[in-house]
């Protein structure tokens, strides 16, 4: 039990192009999700969390409007990366837990690469 | 500044040796919790410890949860090449109570 389904697993696109990756619960409700950046050999960086129906709470030094999140159910949550540009070329990772302090269960991670 | 910490930030040990990793926060802790991350893989979890002191064992690996809940250990008793990723201890910070991931500790055996 408890996996979490993210997708796409790789994409490769253009400078200037947006692209969204979807993180889904298969087989529990996750009220929060959460969005990762992990650089090579480096550990993970928290990037917001993800609640269902309600705003996302954004760390500090990450751009909401570039880095935008919707959870519009409780098995699902997206992650729409604007304008992308090649700095924004990363592993971007994506968790749900079924309860706040409980474990968390993480996508199998999207390696983005923007050209 | 880092909440939590973790050493040794590499590790190379030849198969069957044991393994220590540590952690330590800046504050307090209500619970730790450890993942493992394989190469290419995502981080999946292994443990959570809350009381004070708690020590738990699976089959090879011990961890453990200091008096003060401000650190944690994971032992690896006679490594095995299935061992191989890096060890992350993370630790709910701030009034979120989001959980801080620590900089890992990456895990190498040599057959």
């Known amino acids: 039990g408890a996996v979490v389904s993210q997708h796409p697993s790789w994409v490769i696109c253009k400078s200037g192009t947006s692209v969204k990756i979807e993180c889904r619960s298969l087989d529990f409700q996750a009220t929060t999700m959460f969005w990762y950046r992990q650089f090579p050999k480096q550990s993970l960086m928290l990037m917001a969390t993800?609640?269902?129906?309600?705003?996302?709470?954004?760390e500090q030094g990450v751009e909401k409007d570039k880095f935008l999140i919707n959870h519009a159910s409780l098995t699902l949550s997206t992650l729409t990366v604007t304008s992308a540009h090649p700095e924004d070329s990363s592993f971007y990772i994506c968790?749900?837990?079924?309860?706040?302090?409980?474990?968390?269960?993480f996508g199998d991670g999207t390696r983005l690469s923007i050209l | 500044g880092q909440q939590v910490m973790q050493i040794p930030q590499y590790q190379h040990v030849q198969e069957g040796e044991d393994f220590t990793t540590y952690c330590n926060s800046s504050?307090?802790?209500?619970?730790i919790q450890w993942y493992k991350q394989r190469p290419g893989g995502h981080p999946v979890f292994l443990i959570q410890l809350v009381k004070s002191g708690e020590v738990k064992k699976q089959k090879r690996l011990t961890f453990q949860f200091g008096e003060a809940k401000k650190n944690s250990s994971l032992h690896i008793t006679a490594t095995q090449t299935t061992d191989v990723g890096t060890y992350f201890c993370?630790?709910?910070f701030g009034y979120g109570q989001n959980f801080v991931f620590g900089p890992g500790t990456r895990l190498s055996v040599l057959p």
């Open positions: 993800s609640n269902e129906g309600s705003k996302a709470t954004y």
């Open positions: 504050t307090t802790l209500s619970n």
């Open positions: 968790s749900a837990a079924p309860g706040q302090s409980q474990p968390q269960h």
């Open positions: 993370a630790g709910p």
